[in-house]
T-cell receptor, first 116, second 109 residues
Framework: ETGVTQTPRHLVMGMTNKKSLKCEQH?????MYWYKQSAKKPLELMFV???????ENNSVPSRFSPECPNSSHLFLHLHTLQPEDSALYLC???????????????FGSGTQLSVL | RKEVEQDPGPFNVPEGATVAFNCTYS??????FFWYRQDCRKEPKLLMS???SGNEDGRFTAQLNRASQYISLLIRDSKLSDSATYLC??????????FGTGTRLQVFP
């Protein structure tokens, strides 16, 4: 049983829609992440939050907007997406940043997003 | 050159076989190394950390070669349940973990 839960598991949206992905971790971790996984590509880091402060925005287009109200919750707000944004979006958490043991990531089950 | 490079496979091996994967990384300053396992349509899960001295966990052995900048994963006595994609993960900076594309392993009866 995962300590990181993501909703929804599947999402189909049109290019003009606005939707949000939700992530919650029950592990007492301080860092949370959004990753994108496209077919035949490695996981791409999108955003990093440490103690609910954003520490990384990996040149992600503004149509993806993260929100981290506290260390346990992370959102990814989506608007005017493109078909090429269709992918598996994975949330992860870790105990801390900057220390090897703390960098171990625990992933949620992901949201499979399809943009029509 | 990719930051983290893996042979995508697939590696098709019979049950009981020994199989090894290598992963090369480009940043000589990297300090943290991991192997993750990802089953089809599932999230990645940490398999093991890779320490400078090497480490072993049951049938799995991970090693680090800093001089040649690669890490390896050895699986002995392969089981059908070992079939998955194995992801090599290396840190770039203190707060960035970079994933390889993964090596797919298929164990057949």
């Amino acid at each position: 049983e995962t300590g990181v839960t993501q909703t929804p598991r599947h999402l189909v949206m049109g290019m003009t829609n606005k939707k949000s992905l939700k992530c919650e971790q029950h592990l007492g971790h301080n860092a949370m992440y959004w990753y994108k996984q496209s077919a035949k590509k490695p996981l791409e880091l999108m955003f990093v939050y440490n103690f609910k402060e954003q520490t990384e925005n990996n040149s992600v287009p503004s149509r993806f907007s993260p929100e981290c109200p506290n260390s346990s919750h992370l959102f990814l707000h989506l608007h005017t997406l493109q078909p090429e944004d269709s992918a598996l979006y994975l949330c992860a958490s870790s105990r801390a940043l900057g220390r090897a043991e703390g960098e171990k990531l625990f992933f949620g089950s992901g949201t499979q997003l399809s943009v029509l | 050159r990719k930051e983290v490079e893996q042979d995508p496979g697939p590696f098709n091996v019979p049950e009981g076989a020994t199989v090894a994967f290598n992963c090369t990384y480009s940043n000589s300053a990297s300090q943290s190394f991991f192997w993750y396992r990802q089953d089809c349509r599932k999230e990645p899960k940490l398999l093991m950390s890779v320490y400078s001295s090497g480490n072993e966990d049951g049938r799995f052995t991970a090693q680090l070669n800093r001089a040649s900048q690669y890490i390896s994963l050895l699986i002995r006595d392969s089981k059908l349940s070992d079939s998955a994609t194995y992801l090599c993960v290396v840190n770039r900076d203190t707060d960035k973990l970079i994933f390889g594309t993964g090596t797919r392993l298929q164990v057949f009866p």
